[in-house]
């Protein structure tokens, strides 16, 4: 998907935060500074933003599943929205301390959450228990709704604010599984394999990189639909050319009958 300096500019992507609140690390990104603010290099941001949505995109074609993660209040809603549309998983609540770790009793947890879910209804005779299990259902739903066809590690991790998200950080790092970040100046890029260095603090800023996330990714599945769709011409040709030489042959064969016949008659 084409994404254009001035749109990052439009959105607040190049403001980062007060200089007494950054990482010496992100030095390499940032342009200047205004009013005790840094601001970042744009140029260097769509650099990185691209190649970070090429990895994207080589995800999604092999059909790679992408996990969305954004629990803090001004990535929740692109987090949730954006995975929907490209039909990835996502964490846009709390994440649950051992969801890569122990994965097996974090599957358990969310099999007991689809089936309470799905068989709600059987607790309508006691109102005791229903409204129980309901505020059960309520809680599971916040942190586990975008779980719910999460049955495997993910090829690739996208993360708004990787400081933020310190702990999942930490648990994807230890299966090495590829993070693409969104990162403010106060964040550790290294902690990134694919860094976006951008405002991550601005609704807009947040939003537009998270849905270029999810646009790639519903490109890249409409590739690898056609090249799927693409698969059987090669036996279809391969049919016709065998239909093409069987042909060829008869009329050889017809030939040599009509030459027999001739030879016959002489």
Same mark, same amino acid.
Do not use: G, M
């Given at each position: 998907m084409e994404v254009t300096a001035k749109q990052l500019l439009e959105v607040g992507a190049h403001f980062g935060h007060k200089k007494n609140r950054w990482n010496p690390k992100m030095s390499k990104f /940032? &342009?200047?500074t205004r009013n005790n603010i840094h601001i970042i290099n744009i140029e260097i941001t @769509?650099? @990185?933003?691209?190649n970070a949505l090429q990895f994207v995109r080589s995800v999604a074609e092999k059909g790679g599943t992408i996990l969305f993660v954004g629990t803090k209040k001004q990535a929740q809603n692109s987090i949730e %929205?954006?995975?929907?549309?490209?039909g990835m998983p996502y964490v846009s609540n709390r994440w649950w301390g051992g969801l890569f770790t122990n994965f097996e009793q974090i599957q358990?947890? /969310?099999k007991n959450y689809i089936d309470l879910k799905n068989n709600i209804? =059987? &607790?309508n005779s006691n109102k005791k228990i229903l409204a129980k299990k309901s505020r059960l259902l309520e809680k599971l739903d916040r942190d586990l709704k975008g779980l719910v066809n999460?049955? =495997?590690l993910p %090829?690739?991790?996208y993360i708004v604010d990787p400081s933020y998200e310190a702990i999942a950080v930490k648990e994807i790092k230890a299966k090495n599984i590829p993070i693409i970040a969104l990162l403010d100046t106060d964040c550790d890029p290294d902690l990134a394999d694919w860094p976006i260095p951008a405002n991550d603090d601005a609704l807009r800023s947040v939003k537009l990189i998270t849905n270029l996330i999810a646009d790639t990714i519903r490109d890249a599945k409409g590739i690898a639909e056609k090249k799927e769709e693409i698969q059987p011409e090669p036996e279809k040709e391969h049919n016709q050319n065998e239909a093409l030489e069987e042909n060829q042959k008869r009329e050889e064969q017809k030939e040599k009958e009509q030459n027999t016949e001739e030879s016959a008659e002489e």
């Open positions: /940032i &342009y200047t @769509l650099k @990185l933003l691209k %929205e954006a995975a929907k549309r490209c358990n947890s /969310i209804d =059987q &607790y999460f049955w =495997q %090829e690739a991790v």
